[in-house]
């Protein structure tokens, strides 16, 4: 690469996740932020998901391809949360229709004994590999982010078998087996663990935790099957790299996301962020939360609710520019482009 602005971009990321002024926020897009590019498109032809993601090459160059474009300040690593599912020894795969669709029925501990948290790392090996491919690729240059789904997120997909909308089956059993279900939870967990040591062992400078079916969870039981497991895997990280915690749809249990002890906070598009900011203490950074439907829109309504939001949050440090949920694979890359622009020349 050979941006010269771009080791300020990490350096500016890094500070914002310890709550320092910026000279303007960083910005980054999520997950899966090439997925609308030809050039993915193009290295995705006649390849299935899982063919690319168990690729350390193939995983470098799909990360690498929105930083050469849009020049964020950080890369997310390509890969995705099923991969600790598949390597405890239930596979999954993306349907052509939209959606996962994982083989994993609960119903008893003996459905819980045939899965293997220890060693489950070593069989994912492929994403800290592609992370050092990016960081030797990167240097410096920019800030590479690893991450993992929450264990009540991963557990839910296992259990629904898929992709759910309210998980209604998992929902259930935690009220009918919790025992039962928080032994699920502590697998995951460990393997979790495991798994996100090695990507910062692998050069990652921060990680997410992407709790994105946190919001099906009612509000009493939040903190016993999603927040505590998460809690559990930030205090065993020991603080040896910034996290993120995001919960999709918890919008009521700030407390409960607080005590994760994140680093950050990753906020969704359904709340106002400038109203939320206050209410939440200066310590924590805060990462969101533009509509990812705007990344289909025009360039110039993108831009204005750009702007809103950069102008919502100005006075906030601690502030990184986002999406408030992964970019949609319609995106239009003049869109992005626009508001990538918009941010990078952003400065109150």
């Known amino acids: 690469m050979t941006h010269t602005t771009t080791y300020d971009g990490r350096k500016r990321f890094l500070n914002a996740l310890h709550c320092r002024s910026c000279d303007r926020p960083p910005i980054w897009m999520m997950r899966q932020a ?56 239930v596979p999954y795969q993306l349907m052509e229709q939209g959606g996962v669709k994982v083989d994993f029925q609960l119903q008893s501990r003996a459905d819980i004994e045939k899965l293997t948290a220890e060693g489950a790392a070593n069989k994912i090996a492929y994403t800290p590999a592609a992370i050092e491919l990016v960081r030797n690729e990167v240097e410096n240059q920019c800030a590479i982010i690893g991450f993992a789904g929450s264990p009540w997120t991963l557990a839910s997909f296992m259990v629904e078998g898929g992709s759910s909308r309210d998980n209604l089956r998992s929902r259930a059993l935690i009220h009918e087996q919790p025992a039962l279900f928080e032994a699920l939870l502590e697998k995951i967990t460990l393997a979790t663990i495991d798994y996100l040591n090695a990507q910062i062992d692998a050069g990652a400078d921060a990680l997410q935790l992407f709790d994105s079916q946190g919001g099906t969870l009612a509000q009493a039981a939040y903190w016993r099957f999603s927040g505590r497991w998460m809690q ?24 409960q996301l607080i005590q994760t002890g994140a680093n950050a906070l990753s906020i969704d598009w359904n709340i106002d962020l400038p109203t ?6 200066s310590t924590l950074a805060l990462q969101g939360n ?33 999406l408030g949920h992964g970019v949609p694979p319609n995106a239009y890359i003049e869109t992005i482009a626009a508001i990538a622009q918009t941010v990078q020349t952003y400065h109150g």
């Open 232 to 255: 559990q895997i930030i205090t065993a990280l020991g603080q040896r790299v910034p996290i993120t915690v995001f919960g999709r749809g918890v919008h009521q249990n700030w407390e």
């Open 34 to 89: 090439g997925r609308s590019l030809p050039e993915y498109l193009a290295l995705k032809e006649g390849k299935r998901f899982t063919d690319l993601v168990q690729n350390p090459e193939v995983a470098a160059e799909v990360t690498l391809q929105p930083i050469r474009r849009f020049q964020y300040d950080a890369a997310v690593i390509f890969s995705d949360i099923l991969v600790i599912a598949e390597a405890m020894g």
């Open 276 to 281: 939320l900011s206050k209410q939440l203490p």
């Open 290 to 322: 533009l509509d990812p439907a705007l990344l289909t829109a025009s360039p110039s309504v993108a831009i204005e609710q750009t702007q809103r939001l950069l102008d919502g949050m100005r006075d906030r440090n601690g502030f990184i520019f986002n």
